[in-house]
C-alpha cells in the first residue's frame, strides 16, 4: 500500500511492485489530476483531490486498498501487460541502435 502524489514515475512504481496506492494529485496540477482520475478508474487504487484531504478521508481510503483485494488483482494484471513491453530493454535496444 502506497500513499504519494500523482506522478507517472510512482504510478509505474504501483504497478511494477503491485502495490494499490491512495493517490493525492498536487493541487491544480492536470497531469496528476488526469493520472489519479484514470489510476482509480482503472480499479488500481483510490484518488483523493488535495482541497478534499482530511485525515478521515485518507484513514478511509488507505483501509479500502489494504482490504479489498480486487486492487492487488487489477494491478497483477496491469504488470502482467507492463512487462510484455519490456519498456527498459527496449529503450536500452534503441540507444546501443543510435550510437
Known amino acids: 500500500m502506497i500513499v504519494a502524489r500523482a506522478g507517472h514515475s510512482t504510478i509505474g512504481q504501483c504497478i511494477g511492485h503491485v502495490k494499490p496506492a491512495v493517490l493525492v494529485p498536487i493541487h491544480n496540477h492536470p497531469e496528476q489530476i488526469s493520472n489519479a482520475q484514470k489510476f482509480e478508474k482503472l480499479g488500481l487504487g483510490v484518488m483523493i483531490r488535495s482541497e478534499q484531504l482530511t485525515p478521515q478521508n485518507l484513514i478511509e ?38 550510437a
Open 61 to 98: 481510503s488507505i483501509g479500502k486498498c489494504a482490504t479489498d483485494k480486487s486492487y492487488s488483482k487489477r494491478l497483477g494484471v496491469v504488470c502482467e501487460v507492463s512487462k510484455k513491453y519490456r519498456g527498459v530493454e527496449r529503450c536500452a535496444e534503441i540507444i546501443r541502435n543510435m
